[in-house]
């Protein structure tokens, strides 16, 4: 658990305790629905980056991976495709915490 501190003017400081959790969970929502959409957007991009590796060699990450090329292209396509893979694969799982916030 972690914990969150906010700053606010001191002129509404008075009604903060009244409302503060509401704040924290309205905030946090907003901002993980904010996140959510830029989230899926990128992974809808680096989709299409994946999607050209799966057509040029006819197969998925993995089973590229496990048998890369030996050649110049093929070592390069598979250095570009790890690095778009670790980022969708962490994006995905991004997404699936924010979801679990997002009410």
Known sequence: MIEVKLKVPEKIAGIIPEISYAIYIE??????????????????????????????????????????PDTFEGHNDWIEWSYIQKVYDGLSDKISKLKLIIR
């Open 27 to 68: 905030a946090l929502n907003e901002v993980c629905k904010k996140r959510l959409i830029h989230d899926q957007k990128r992974t809808q991009e680096i989709k299409a980056q994946i999607a050209v590796y799966e057509a040029k060699y006819r197969q998925s990450y993995d089973e590229f991976s496990s048998h890369v």
